[in-house]
Structure formats: C-alpha cells, structure tokens
T-cell receptor, first 112, second 114 residues
Framework: GENVEQHPSTLSVQEGDSAVIKCTYS??????FPWYKQELGKGPQLIID?????GEKKDQRIAVTLNKTAKHFSLHITETQPEDSAVYFC???????????FGAGTRLFVKA | EPEVTQTPSHQVTQMGQEVILRCVPI?????FYWYRQILGQKVEFLVS????????KSEIFDDQFSVERPDGSNFTLKIRSTKLEDSAMYFC????????????FGPGTRLTVL
C-alpha cells in the first residue's frame, strides 16, 4: 500500500530563517499532495497543496515542490515566525482523494 | 467561515462498550472522512464516505467500526466494542463538490477507553 516518509521529525530554526520539510511517497499513482499544519489541541489545517501536473506552487511565505520522477515533495517556509511553530504533516492521495496517507509529522520550533 | 464540528470533545468509556462519535460536516460538502491520531503519532486514515456508501477504508477499519449519515447533516463513527488501543483522537473531515481533495478537518474527539 501507499507509504509516506517524512523528514526531519523535529526542526528548530531561528526566526527569519527558512525551514524545509521533505517527504517521499511510494505509490506512483498518487496525484495529490496536501500539507497540513496542526497546532496543539486542534485538527490538521490545510496550508498548501499540489497536484501531480504541477512542479511548484507558492503562497506568500510557503512553497511546495514536487518531483514525480523521484517521488519527492517538499515544503519550504521562508522568513519563519514564532507562530509558524506547530506540527506539519505531508500527505499523499490517489485519484479521487478517497484515501489520504499522512507522513509521520515534523515538529517545527521557531525561536524568537 | 463554515467549519466542521465534532461532538463530544472528549469521551471516556469502559472497554467493551459501544461509542458513537458525531460530526457535522460543512453543509455543501459531499465527501466525508474519519481519521484517528494516537497521542504523538501520525494521522491515520480510517474511512471515506461518498454517496451514502464507503468509498475506501483502511485495515484499521475492521468489523468493529461502522459509519453512517443518518440525516442530511450528521456523519457518525460507531465503535461497537471498544478496546484499550482504540484510545486516540478521532478527526472527522469533509470535502466539497469540485474540490474532492481539499479536506477540512474538525477539532477532534478525544476517546479514552479504560
């Protein structure tokens, strides 16, 4: 079945620096890759997503890149702020998106 | 802004008891999902539901689990005979027409099985 690996498990950066989180997926039929931010005590919140027909997508300080050949996708956060501190999950889903597999999560600490 | 709601926020039950977790998806959404997250671990897919039937389910979603959309607004997850290892946070999610992939998550129900 589909498997999603995520690294690193913990990431600590200084405010203003960039943060990069990387994921790989196993099923080449996956075609939708969302990223979620989860704050303490809350449900995951979609922050950006990318479909398999696109190599890169950017939304203000957040960007995601996708390499379909290598089955890699990455989240880039620039100019990090303390409020970016949270757990970030990558995910991959097939076809109609009926089944979404999550990575293990990255706990991001942004130090002021 | 419309949001997914879940009740109760915390459910404590004895092992072997049945529990029903309730969700109210965003009103015009057509696709519904349940996930669980054991404390400190990844979010795990349980089941997806569309057009009044299960679309996909994971190996976790065995005969002890069932889902139902009893009316036009609620979406429920039933666990027939809870086990200690069912203790987790359960999240409901929904996604809408034309955006079948973008899922909006509720705040979760924390289930504690004693």
């Amino acid at each position: 079945g589909e498997n999603v690996e995520q690294h690193p498990s913990t990431l600590s950066v200084q405010e203003g620096d960039s943060a990069v989180i990387k994921c790989t997926y196993s099923d080449s039929a996956s075609n939708y890759f969302p990223w979620y931010k989860q704050e303490l005590g809350k449900g995951p919140q979609l922050i950006i997503d990318i479909r398999s027909n696109v190599g890169e997508k950017k939304d203000q300080r957040i960007a995601v890149t996708l390499n379909k050949t290598a089955k890699h996708f990455s989240l880039h956060i620039t100019e990090t702020q303390p409020e970016d501190s949270a757990v970030y999950f990558c995910a991959a889903s097939l076809g109609g998106g009926f089944k979404t597999i999550f990575g293990a999560g990255t706990r991001l600490f942004v130090k002021a | 802004e419309p949001e997914v709601t879940q009740t109760p926020s915390h459910q404590v039950t004895q092992m072997g008891q049945e529990v029903i977790l309730r969700c109210v998806p965003i009103s015009n959404h057509l696709y519904f999902y349940w996930y669980r997250q054991i404390l400190g671990q990844k979010v795990e897919f349980l089941v997806s539901f569309y057009n009044n039937e299960i679309s996909e389910k994971s190996e976790i979603f065995d005969d002890q689990f069932s889902v139902e959309r009893p009316d036009g607004s609620n979406f429920t997850l039933k666990i027939r005979s809870t086990k200690l290892e069912d203790s987790a946070m359960y999240f409901c999610a929904s996604s809408g027409r034309g955006l079948a992939h973008e899922q909006f998550f509720g705040p979760g129900t924390r289930l504690t099985v004693l």
